[in-house]
């Protein structure tokens, strides 16, 4: 059904960029990775759009590691388990609590700033997190504050070239090893790059749903070129759907961070009622995926499409100083946070599975490496914990520069690389604009925050229906998104239809119970192997 490459080209026949290292994605994991990696080697970096356009640059709560002398990295490590709904991998956690503290050390030597309060970090804490230990910047705006900080230092480093408006199209492969990528210039030309080794930062798939908080570029592209090129996809069917964006005329699925909860803001239905606490003891601070459903329930008994944050509570002068970014977003729109109940709703936010990693982050396609939301290290088992993301792109970054120092090169030899598919021209009767925003209806109906046979069999098949796209000729950026956003789309479906159970980010309401006995396990796709089971790692949780 998905073919080996999106486009036809022969490698011989392109004009060539050579590196030791490419990276693919400006984002925290593309930024520190590619930092890490120049303190030895040679790197490329490409941004799909240009260098500030990333998740990370939206990331409002923080970053968790264990910097407070009441916390540790065993309470972190506990904490992460918990969320993780019993299929974390311990090793995976061990090394993210007990490696992250160093990486926030090389943040703030990177030029990062983050809020200090009487001269030490300031902590906050979010939801199922035992301690404060999230770190911030500029109350709520640690994202764009750490992305600044690191572009800032990847445009002064001579070894980084940084290659902005390239869109990466396919990782071309040549027996068994993935020896660069294949690239599309802003003038449409398409190079081939090669590199000794190369890794994905790609980011997210939240266009796979119509109300996301990811931007516009989370088309999940990364993970669908490593799919192509053979690499294991783990984990997908665990979706991490905020429970709080805002949801309001006129106004983006805009991001209302967790930390705000952390700070005391409450839930109330439409009726004006607090909720939490019927389905939760930890109530607004509960797992994301207990609170986002709960929500939806309320929200089902109600007959509305939100329900309400209110921090009115608190004073003037801490929603101000903490969420300054927020404040001004809902007054964009005529909500003022210190007067009034802020309207939410859960939207698509973070895919928990990916390509599926070592503790070193390569893949099973030799040379190839994954970091960040695209990749599946086993850090966030079945649902992330707030604010570990971030941390996890820092530590595995560190340890994908430290592996690439162990790899030869490549050779100089331009391997006979060639591809070719039979296509057919586009069809007009149907836009891709149109084609998207269709799969991306179909997924938030039956493979959204509630899931069942009868609605993922459905999907799978229609999903199915619209894989002939893959045969039509389709060059332009966004046609080939769409057709990633696809690709990641038939695999969700597929391991969520499997999946008979529900833990964390998958629920279904035909299986509402977590089945320890049979589903204790991962579900792993290849484009050369189908589907594969696997245990899971976590033996003690």
């Not at 705006?141 to 940084?162: C, H, M, W």
């Not at 990916?354 to 099973?364: H, P, S």
């Not at 120092?405 to 100089?412: A, M, Q, V």
């Not at 619209?466 to 956003?485: D, G």
Request: net charge negative; charged share 25%.
């Amino acid at each position: 059904m998905v073919p080996r490459y999106v486009i036809d080209f022969k490698l011989t026949e392109l004009e060539m960029y050579t590196t030791d290292v490419l990276v693919i994605g400006s984002g925290i994991a593309g930024l520190y990775t590619a930092l890490k990696i120049s303190e030895s080697r040679d790197v490329i970096l490409l941004s799909k759009t240009d260098l500030t356009q990333s998740n990370t640059r939206y990331a409002q709560g923080g970053i968790a590691a264990v910097t407070a002398e009441t916390d540790s990295p065993e309470l972190h490590r506990q904490d992460t388990l918990i969320a993780g709904a019993g299929i974390c991998s311990n090793e995976a956690v061990e090394v993210l609590v007990n490696e992250g503290p160093s990486c926030i050390t090389d943040l703030i030597h990177y030029g990062t700033k983050f809020d200090e309060e009487d001269g030490v970090l300031a902590l906050t804490k979010e939801g199922a997190h035992s301690q404060r230990r999230i770190l911030h910047a500029q109350g709520d705006a640690t994202g764009a504050e750490i992305v600044r900080a690191l572009s800032e230092r990847a445009l002064a480093n001579e070894r980084i070239t940084i290659l902005e408006n390239h869109f990466t199209l396919d990782l071309v492969t040549h027996q068994g090893e993935c020896i660069g990528a294949l690239v599309r210039k802003p003038d449409g030309q398409v190079v081939y790059v090669r590199a000794n080794a190369t890794v994905l930062a790609t980011g997210g798939a939240g266009q796979l749903y119509r109300y996301t908080t990811n931007p516009e570029i989370a088309t999940g592209d990364g993970m669908a070129m490593a799919y192509r090129a053979g690499a294991y996809i783990k984990d997908v069917e665990f979706i991490q759907f905020h429970p709080t964006s805002l949801c309001y005329p006129g106004a983006p699925r805009f991001l209302i961070s967790e930390a705000v909860r952390g700070e005391g803001a409450v839930l109330r239905n439409i009726n004006g009622e607090r909720f939490m606490e019927k389905y939760h003891p930890l109530k607004e601070l509960a797992p994301r995926d207990v609170v986002a459903r709960a929500m939806v329930s309320e929200m089902e008994s109600t007959g509305s499409t939100f329900v309400y944050l209110d921090i009115t509570h608190e004073s003037e002068e801490l929603i101000k100083r903490r969420f300054p970014n927020i404040y001004k977003v809902c007054l964009r729109y005529g909500l003022d946070m210190v007067t009034d109940w802020i309207p939410v709703a859960p939207a698509a936010h973070y895919i928990m599975g990916g390509i599926k990693t070592d503790l070193y982050g390569e893949t099973a396609t030799r040379r190839l490496f994954a970091c960040g939301e695209v990749s599946c290290t086993g850090v966030h088992g079945a649902n992330r914990l707030a604010s570990n993301s971030l941390a996890e792109a820092l530590v595995f970054g560190r340890r994908i520069s430290e592996r690439i120092n162990e790899l030869t090169d490549i050779g100089n030899d331009i391997p006979a690389v060639s591809f070719s598919l039979m296509r057919q021209q586009t069809m007009k009767s149907e836009t891709v604009m149109e084609r998207k925003l269709r799969m991306q209806k179909l997924m938030l109906t039956h493979v959204g925050l509630k899931r069942s046979e009868k609605g993922l069999t459905k999907a799978v098949r229609e999903l199915e229906r619209y894989a002939k796209a893959f045969r039509m000729k389709m060059e332009k950026p966004e046609e080939l998104e769409y057709l990633n956003l696809l690709t990641c789309a038939c695999l969700v479906a597929n391991a969520a239809l499997l999946r008979e159970e529900s833990r964390g980010g998958h629920y279904r309401d035909d299986f509402p119970k977590r089945d320890e006995l049979v589903w204790r396990k991962h579900i792993v796709q290849s484009i050369e192997d189908g589907v594969l089971e696997e245990r899971s790692a976590n033996e003690d949780e």
